[in-house]
């Protein structure tokens, strides 16, 4: 791959997303992770002038070895969270307008005070404020697996976020071993520990804050983020309940008519 005009990348994108082509073929093979990067925040921060689409915090996705390995990739990835994007526990999707949907079992970490690049695990849990029980809803709208650099650039299949009750950090529970019970129309069909999540949750911000200054991002006070996934992705169809119990964290619930 030669150099890529960022700038060019940008208008494509934008120009394949209004026409409803989320993966510009224009652009298989062709970019780097960290071109892919660029293209994204730049994609984002295009869309952030709406207020329903401002960023208010960032997901780190592949962390599981067991999604890392679902997708043949060996390292974890970010995206960014909209306003719009943000759903409560219990919110009810409509399949008519999802991109073959699926979801992922996370928590949702808000932080308190800034973090900087560099920041130990021990630094992250001095620097959040509460976690809650979430699902990642993605979209799968290309071919994640051969073109994860467009996947990324179009921000890394995120749709929304369903985010249950908060948990104060002064009364989390052990985050290594908190397990995640995953029921789909009220059958359990997973479980997973934080441990899966790059040995910790907070491993998980940690490695954020460093992979964004890189970029001459940062996180911030108030930021959330969504720190990967206790198990494997799991599609979603019209029909289905969702509901995860983290335990001594809480439960969060969603659905697709």
Same mark, same amino acid.
């Given at each position: 791959? *030669?150099?890529?005009?960022?700038?060019?990348?940008?208008r494509?994108f934008?120009?394949?997303?209004?026409?409803?082509?989320?993966?510009?073929?224009?652009?298989?093979?062709?970019?780097?992770?960290d071109?892919?990067?660029?293209?994204?925040?730049?994609?984002?921060?295009?869309?952030? @002038?709406?207020?329903?689409?401002? !960023?208010?915090?960032?997901?780190?996705?592949?962390?599981?070895?067991?999604?890392?390995?679902?997708?043949?990739?060996?390292?974890?990835?970010?995206?960014?969270?909209?306003?719009?994007?943000?759903?409560?526990?219990?919110?009810?999707?409509?399949?008519?307008?999802?991109?073959?949907?699926?979801?992922?079992?996370?928590?949702?970490? /808000?932080? *308190?005070?800034?973090?900087?690049?560099?920041?130990?695990?021990?630094?992250?849990?001095?620097?959040?404020? $509460?976690?809650?029980?979430?699902?990642?809803?993605?979209?799968?709208?290309?071919d994640?697996?051969?073109?994860?650099?467009?996947?990324?650039?179009?921000?890394?299949?995120?749709?929304?976020?369903v985010?249950?009750?908060?948990?104060?950090?002064?009364?989390?529970?052990?985050?290594?071993? &908190?397990?995640? !019970?995953?029921?789909?129309?009220?059958? /359990?069909?997973?479980?997973?520990?934080?441990?899966?999540?790059?040995?910790?949750?907070?491993? $998980?911000?940690?490695?954020l @804050?460093?992979?964004?200054?890189?970029?001459?991002?940062?996180?911030?006070?108030?930021?959330v983020v969504?720190?990967?996934s206790?198990?494997?992705?799991?599609?979603?169809?019209?029909?289905?309940? &969702?509901?995860?119990?983290? /335990?001594?964290? *809480?439960? &969060?619930?969603?659905?697709? &008519?």
């Amino acid at each position: 791959m *030669g150099d890529i005009d960022i700038e060019a990348a940008v208008r494509d994108f934008e120009a394949a997303r209004d026409r409803g082509e989320h993966f510009p073929a224009a652009w298989f093979d062709r970019l780097s992770l960290d071109d892919a990067f660029r293209v994204q925040l730049a994609l984002i921060r295009r869309r952030s @002038a709406q207020p329903r689409q401002r !960023r208010i915090g960032w997901k780190v996705g592949l962390t599981a070895k067991a999604i890392q390995e679902q997708f043949g990739v060996h390292e974890p990835v970010f995206g960014c969270l909209l306003v719009e994007g943000r759903k409560p526990s219990g919110h009810v999707f409509r399949a008519a307008e999802l991109i073959k949907p699926g979801f992922e079992n996370e928590l949702c970490i /808000e932080l *308190g005070r800034d973090l900087p690049a560099g920041a130990d695990s021990a630094a992250v849990a001095a620097a959040v404020a $509460s976690i809650a029980p979430a699902l990642e809803i993605i979209e799968t709208r290309g071919d994640f697996t051969r073109q994860l650099a467009v996947a990324l650039a179009d921000n890394a299949q995120q749709k929304a976020f369903v985010v249950g009750t908060k948990v104060r950090a002064a009364d989390m529970p052990d985050l290594v071993r &908190v397990t995640a !019970r995953v029921r789909i129309n009220d059958e /359990e069909v997973a479980s997973g520990t934080g441990a899966a999540v790059l040995g910790h949750p907070f491993n $998980s911000v940690a490695w954020l @804050a460093g992979k964004l200054a890189a970029f001459g991002e940062a996180l911030r006070a108030g930021d959330v983020v969504m720190s990967g996934s206790f198990t494997r992705q799991f599609p979603l169809a019209a029909g289905d309940r &969702v509901e995860t119990a983290f /335990e001594g964290v *809480g439960n &969060v619930m969603a659905s697709v &008519v």
